[in-house]
């Protein structure tokens, strides 16, 4: 099994690193990708802006626990909260999406199919409608059991 999260990087990168990691590990039986997306894009801060200004004076290694306690918004926690501190904007996030996909009989996982006996998608954030992908997750994890069955 392997695990990508397309958060940092596109998702046409995020296929690419999938296609080669096949192409190494032809035998993978189960790939799950999680494509987070942004509700506004994530930008800088402006070199000597306030914003700047106010990060250059704090200690560099501050935990992320320290950083999300500086949140302006008070309301707990949630997807639907963007994260900001210093009045900037550091992530919102618009979606989670889930692209899974399992081998094939004979044939190594094809990141490309559209076959929906090989692949799923699925969300779980604005809506959650996880069904199908879940089921092509349980799929492949039957087939990972069965294949450590073999080496018992």
């Not at 894009?41 to 935990?63: C, D, G």
């Not at 006996?117 to 879940?134: F, H, K, Q, R, S």
């Amino acid at each position: 099994m392997s695990g990508e999260s397309a958060f940092s990087q596109d998702d046409f990168s995020l296929f690419e690193k999938l296609t080669k990691m096949v192409q190494a590990n032809p035998y993978l039986l189960l790939i799950i990708a999680a494509l987070l997306g942004e509700e506004f894009l994530f930008h800088s801060p402006e070199k000597s802006s306030p914003v700047w200004q106010e990060l250059l004076s704090r200690p560099f290694l501050e935990t992320s626990d320290d950083f999300i306690a500086l949140m302006q918004d008070e309301s707990p926690p949630a997807l639907d909260v963007p994260v900001v501190v210093f009045r900037h904007t550091w992530c919102s996030l618009g979606s989670v999406e889930f692209k899974v996909w399992v081998r094939g009989d004979d044939q190594p996982i094809d990141i490309k199919t559209n076959d929906d006996n090989l692949t799923a998608e699925g969300t779980i954030y604005p809506e959650e409608d996880m069904d199908v992908a879940v089921a092509m997750i349980e799929r492949g994890a039957h087939a990972m059991q069965q294949r450590l069955i073999t080496f018992a």
